[in-house]
């Protein structure tokens, strides 16, 4: 049989829901029925390499495999990784100019020096290198500081990259220059310039695989967490759940930082307003 075109690959109401349930019943995300096209168009992909003649194929071969790494892939064609450095920046200004001063001295009067975050769908790594930069430049010549950052996500696909560290020119422009040329090694290449990450920002993050709506192997309690625009694939109950589970892992007086187009609104829940997309634990 030859391979399809993205025309002849056809999705059945039957295999979207079958697909839709799967995705919702793994990690929370949500397909409804005005998703039904973008799921068609971003598996299409994945049937012509495999050389699958239908969805119904494909889901066949996705349910049989025993590893889990086909629907890991499935998984990773279906949730979107748009990232960037310093994205949504009054989250790093809030950070350095609000957050980490009163966290600082707090706990350096209680002689604590230890200090602990999370990324929380983290992509290709972005969010938490910036996290880093940022933590670095607070707490250097503060004292012998503990400062550790968990990133996950989902996607072992952007995992494997994020740990990588190593990203095209391009990608690293909204980091200012003064902190591009103290954070980030140049590489030059054939093909262009590469810059990796320094060994400091390397040693600060844990990257993991983990999956939001299932166990959390995350021991609190933590000065902030970053979940933005992972929220928005799931559906209100399971956003409840999620803030819920959030506010009982930050300390007194943590901040969750939100996506841009993700409000607490309609979610009962124990956080305090900051700001927009900025919540506290009283």
């Not at 960037?84 to 209680?110: C, G, I, M, N, T």
Request: with cysteine; hydrophobic share 40%.
């Amino acid at each position: 049989m030859g391979v399809l075109t993205l025309q002849e690959i056809v999705l059945g109401e039957r295999e979207f829901r079958l697909i839709s349930d799967l995705v919702y019943k793994h990690c929370g995300i949500n397909l409804h029925a005005g998703k039904k096209e973008l799921v068609r168009a971003r598996l299409a992909k994945r049937l012509r390499e495999g050389r699958f003649g239908s969805f119904s194929d494909y889901i066949r071969y996705v349910l049989e495999d025993a590893t889990g790494r086909e629907f890991s892939m499935l998984v990773d064609s279906l949730s979107t990784n748009l990232t960037k450095f310093f994205r949504e920046d009054q989250h790093f200004a809030y950070l350095q100019s609000q957050l980490l001063p009163r966290v600082l001295e707090s706990k350096q009067k209680a002689h604590h020096l230890r200090m602990r975050g999370w990324s929380a769908g983290c992509s290709t790594g972005e969010e938490p290198y910036s996290i880093a930069i940022i933590l670095q430049e607070a707490v250097q010549g503060r004292g012998n500081w503990d400062v550790k950052l968990l990133a996950t996500d989902v996607s072992t696909r952007v995992l494997e990259r994020a740990q990588g560290g190593v990203y095209e020119q391009d990608r690293i422009e909204p980091i200012p220059l003064p902190l591009r040329n103290k954070y980030l090694t140049r590489t030059r290449r054939d093909d262009g310039d590469l810059y990796e990450v320094t060994p400091v920002l390397r040693h600060m993050i844990i990257f993991r695989y983990l999956n939001l709506i299932q166990d959390w192997p995350v021991k609190g309690p933590l000065d902030f967490i970053f979940c933005r625009n992972v929220m928005i694939y799931f559906d209100k109950p399971t956003q409840g759940r999620l803030i819920g589970r959030f506010f009982d892992l930050l300390a007194p007086g943590g901040i969750l930082f939100t996506g841009h187009s993700e409000s607490l609104t309609g979610i009962e829940h124990k956080f305090r307003y900051v700001q927009p997309t900025i919540y506290m634990k009283p």
